[in-house]
T-cell receptor, first 114, second 116 residues
């Protein structure tokens, strides 16, 4: 079945540690996105990528980094520079260069700093 | 600037009744797409319905319909015959094609509770 897989579902991190969240898709989509969601709030864009080896900062990129070495994969690293990383992280993908197709989402990763 | 506004933080509806969730948008681009997503407590985002800026008719998908009023820049979601399983967060989103790509812009969401 085609879709987006995020792992792990739950992640605990000690303060000062970097962690990497995985996002893999087999939908052959060019565009991929990372969003952060805090309790009771909407989705805020961290990074997005329209094509392999290229990505753009979103609204809240500070303290995060990404790579897009393969079309299928768009991992997100939460660095120690991110002051308040505890949140729900959603990865999405879509066909690129069109406004009329929806984004497909993964199941999300819930990150907790302990 | 692109913006999506959802002004209803929370809504209640009686089971089997219809409910309208409000969404207004702002963009100067003539070509855009409007989307509604449902997010149950499990956290997954479920795509519900899409409306294109050039579509003449309102979109419908089963019990979901989108009341698209282009001049007012509104794209309200109507859920008919509400069910207990409709209790969730609902997000309105817009996608605009620009020279830097076409990211999605999300509203802050509306929490819908269906009362038995």
């Amino acid at each position: 079945d085609g879709g987006i897989t995020q792992s792990p579902k739950y992640l605990f991190r000690k303060e000062g540690q970097n962690v990497t969240l995985s996002c893999e898709q087999n939908l052959n989509h060019d565009a991929m996105y990372w969003y952060r969601q805090d309790p009771g709030q909407g989705l805020r864009l961290i990074y997005y990528s329209q094509i392999v080896n290229d990505f753009q900062k979103g609204d809240i990129a500070e303290g995060y980094s990404v790579s897009r070495e393969k079309k299928e994969s768009f991992p997100l690293t939460v660095t120690s520079a991110q002051k308040n990383p505890t949140a729900f992280y959603l990865c999405a993908s879509s066909r690129s260069w069109t406004a009329n197709t929806e984004a497909f989402f993964g199941q999300g990763t819930r990150l907790t700093v302990v | 600037a692109q913006k999506i506004t959802q002004t209803q933080p929370g809504m209640f509806v009686q089971e089997k009744e219809a409910v309208t969730l409000d969404c207004t948008y702002d963009t100067s681009d003539p070509s855009y797409g409007l989307f509604w997503y449902k997010q149950p407590s499990s956290g997954e985002m479920i795509f519900l319905i899409y409306q294109g800026s050039y579509d003449q008719q309102n979109a419908t998908e089963g019990r979901y319909s989108l009341n698209f009023q282009k001049a007012r820049k509104s794209a309200n979601l109507v859920i008919s015959a509400s069910q207990l399983g409709d209790s969730a967060m609902y997000f309105c989103a817009m996608r605009v094609l620009s020279n830097t790509g076409n990211q999605f812009y999300f509203g802050t969401g509306t929490s819908l509770t269906v009362i038995p």
